[in-house]
DNA sequence: CGGTTGCATGAAACCGGTTACAGCGAGATG
DNA sequence: CATCTCGCTGTAACCGGTTTCATGCAACCG
């Protein structure tokens, strides 16, 4: 009878650490120990307290631990809604979020996702961000991205808080960042259309001022010199990273005295306007001009013709930054700038060769 | 001088409330009153404690307080990650989190993203959540379905944590959910298609024991009725939401005696694998068959034919979930469970008419 | 003018953990 | 046998807020 009320109260009861020491006979110290320093408590007490705290149910208060130690196992996560298009979408959040989450976990952290100083209220203050980790004791903050610069993440990776951002450099003694080897990307692929034999290589870039962007530019003029090309700066058209821009860009392509028979496109989202905007002009992909995106998002692979594109790694972005956020938390040395390989996905829209 | 260094060190002092109350030369009590109840304490008093707080960059510590209050202002987000297939990825889930994140943080809530019974290490018990939930004093949560049903999650809804779900029903006196008018979608769609003049109108559901593949079954059924067209048993595929199923359920339409002129199909995802088997079978959307999907997910739009698709209030999910968790945690009482409406998105794949 | 009322405030206990320090008994050592 | 170690445990202070209760004081009333 009893152990099965036990059970049932289990659940319920908000036994403090006081009344397990006092059921086990011994004091809240020990008990303490029992949890935090197992090996420095007696086996037998040990035992005893661990099986009595099952049977009625302890659990530890985590704001009271929090208090005491000054350490939250808690992870901000920064991630700025606002400031955006209306329907914004990072390409693979979802994914990230789920390496993040799950790395994070497996190292006994917890993510809480930070407000944005656009959506909190009267608070809206440039050190929103670090008052709210203060507040809260956050060990560390992953920032993803957000497209638009707020100053806040500047204080925020400044402020000497264990801080890992996506995609973008930051300053900071405790602050560093994971990004994809973006140039090294876009080699991949004007090597691709290289060896299909198409030798007007033209781009679609992503906006200038984001990181992303400026590198994938950057490996593609690279490639293009390693490979003898010419540099024909009509062939170079920014971009937005969404699908209109991708369009747009495209037409300004197809307008132009001299005509690509490839576009590296250095998004998905804008390849697949690309892919239309050829489309509209009467031309076929590949066999007009071939095309290979950049992201390996859902839609590239669905999108006909599909399409061949350079993937990141998504979920390692999560975990790569959970590794660094949670060993500058443990105090190692701020690591080095954590570049992911990317890999070309082959698919239609660059085959077959010409 | 003074006023600039106090600035600078406002970002990282760790003044207390008794640091406070000493500099104010009142109480630790009445700093705490002018925080929580500034009509309680004398408005020159006030004025000046909130002064010289904002001068040292006093900040209270949330562990603290919630250690006091009992009440953490954080609403966990139960989020299962496993138990998928690898690359499973909800529908909308980034635009449902926007939401609930906004809503939340306008509410003066944070977000918590709760570790999943599979991604914690040794403590993987049934009713790992409720007590994560405990330990951090979380004032309620927000579940959102993970196709696979956990049995912790029943334990969740019914341990009296005010709690909402998405898409799934739940018990408990303090859970209630959100869901889209799914069967009232389906309506439309086949009254869409009716309209449009196709009569021999199949569908390809969703999996059966899930609450949106039920009732989107439901309403189409309904509708037929409500049209006086046959419901012929062949005309009813069951898929699994996902690309492939769909276009297996296409396949088995089109391989039966009699083929339809037009298709509901019940997810977005479905609809793109549908297509492609129509097309695979030498068949043309819409002319030889006509498709409605549902969701409204990004690819529908950039997929040729563009989508004809029930769309469902993303962003109004995550609204929703958190108006009603948050008024449960005021005491009000459980809301009824809240049905969003759907809209129909007319585009290539039903149009023209026939 | 004594007593009541109400406002503003302070003292101190409390929330539930952690941890520095002291103490205690048993076995080892000189 | 006195002393020193060592392993284990308890006492009590502390983390930084909130809240109950008591109190001082001024205004108000008859």
Chains 1, 2 share one sequence.
Not at 6 to 35: M, Q
Not at 116 to 145: F, K, P, Q
Not at 196 to 223: D, F
Not at 323 to 334: F, K, L, P
Request: glycine share 10%; net charge neutral.
């Amino acid at each position: 009878m009893k152990p099965v009320t036990a059970r049932c109260d289990s659940v319920w009861s908000v036994a403090t650490i006081r009344e397990l020491a006092r059921l086990c006979g011994v004091s809240p110290a020990t008990v303490s120990r029992a949890f935090n320093n197992p090996e420095v408590v007696n086996a037998k007490t040990r035992e005893q307290v661990l099986r009595t705290a099952r049977q009625i149910g302890y659990l530890p208060n985590e704001s009271a631990r929090t208090l005491a130690t000054k350490k939250s196992f808690m992870v901000g996560l920064v991630w700025d809604t606002d400031h955006r298009r209306p329907g914004w979408r990072h390409p693979f959040f979802q994914e990230i979020l789920i390496g993040l989450k799950t790395a994070l976990s497996g190292r006994g952290y917890h993510l809480l996702m930070l407000a944005t100083s656009g959506d909190m209220g009267g608070e809206r203050t440039e050190d929103a961000y670090v008052r709210a980790v203060r507040r809260h004791n956050l060990d560390g903050v992953v920032m993803i991205d957000s497209g638009t610069w707020d100053p806040s993440l500047r204080q925020l990776s400044e402020s000497g808080i264990p801080c890992v951002s996506l995609d973008r450099p930051v300053e900071g003694s405790r602050a560093t960042y994971v990004t994809s080897d973006n140039a090294g990307g876009a080699r991949l692929a004007v090597q691709h259309l290289h060896e299909r034999g198409r030798r007007a290589i033209a781009t679609i870039t992503g906006p200038a001022h984001t990181r992303p962007g400026a590198e994938r530019l950057r490996g593609y003029r690279e490639e293009l010199s390693r490979l003898g090309l010419p540099q024909r700066p009509g062939f170079v058209v920014e971009g937005d990273f969404y699908l209109s821009g991708g369009h747009a860009a495209m037409r300004r392509l197809l307008e132009a005295d001299e005509r690509p028979d490839a576009v590296f496109v250095a998004g998905d989202e804008m390849a697949v306007g690309a892919l239309r905007a050829i489309g509209e002009a009467g031309l076929k992909v590949p066999e007009d001009i071939a095309l290979v995106g950049f992201d390996d998002i859902e839609v590239a692979a669905l999108v006909p013709p599909s399409l061949t594109t350079v993937a990141q790694d998504k979920a390692g972005f999560g975990t790569a930054a959970a590794e660094a956020v949670v060993s500058m938390i443990n105090g190692a040395d701020t690591p080095p700038p954590r570049i992911l390989p990317t890999t070309l996905v082959v698919r239609g829209s660059s085959t077959p060769p010409l």
